[in-house]
């Protein structure tokens, strides 16, 4: 089983600021997907960025963008000049590779919060 | 545009009564998965579906059945339920396994008492 740790329950940061959110995770697994999901207090779950554990460059999206180093199985996100609707819970995920009955496994979250 | 959609919203039961949740999805997704998100911690998986048919225990599927019903639905049911079970629940579904991301539903707000 795999399991996936994020170890600050809560960020602040003022608007504007780039912010980094960190996630690590244990695995025996080679081939697998990290998953950065957002929940905002509306309770859906966004997706905001994905990694193949295979690619060695590092996802991008907008102002997303990880730092995926497999070694340290760490999968950190960094969000750049940070907006007011960023504030929400971000919630780091783990699915190996062919899904099945494992799904995506979650860590315990970071609620953001941005400052105006 | 409706993606995946859950009902009831939200739900207030007592200890020992039944209760079926119930999911949807338009996108023509092979799997979907029911999974409960608890105060403190991230979504656990509690069954998964990977086709019309099948089922599969997820990370705690104790005190949940649940029954793919074709490929747009998957209900979760509680035939007893526990206040342990009080909880917010997402259906997800996804195209297929692996890499391709879940969608998710926007949640029921579950109350045992």
């Known amino acids: ?116 | 545009n409706a993606g995946v959609t859950q009902t009831p919203k939200f739900q207030v039961l007592k200890t020992g009564q039944s209760m079926t949740l119930q999911c949807a999805q338009d996108m023509n997704h092979n799997s979907m998965y029911w999974y409960r998100q608890d105060p403190g911690m991230g979504l656990r998986l509690i069954y998964y579906s990977a086709s019309e048919g099948t089922t599969d225990k997820g990370e705690v599927p104790n005190g949940y059945n649940v029954s793919r019903l074709n490929k747009r639905e998957f209900s979760l049911r509680l035939e007893s339920a526990a206040p342990s079970q009080t909880s917010v629940y997402f259906c997800a579904s996804s195209e297929a396994r692996g890499a391709q991301p879940q969608h998710f539903g926007d949640g029921t707000r579950l109350s045992i008492l």
């Open chain 1, 1 to 116: 089983a795999q399991t996936v740790t994020q170890s600050q329950p809560e960020m602040s940061v003022q608007e504007a600021e780039t912010v980094t959110l960190s996630c690590t995770y244990d695995t025996s697994e080679s081939n697998y997907y990290l998953f950065w999901y957002k929940q905002p207090p509306s309770r859906q779950m966004i997706l905001v960025i994905r990694q193949e554990a295979y690619k060695q460059q590092n996802a991008t999206e907008n102002r997303f963008s990880v730092n995926f180093q497999k070694a340290a199985k760490s999968f950190s996100l960094k969000i750049s000049d940070s907006q007011l609707g960023d504030t929400a819970m971000y919630f780091c995920a783990f699915m190996k590779h062919g899904g099945g009955a494992d799904g995506l496994t979650f860590g315990k979250g970071t609620h953001l919060i941005i400052q105006p």
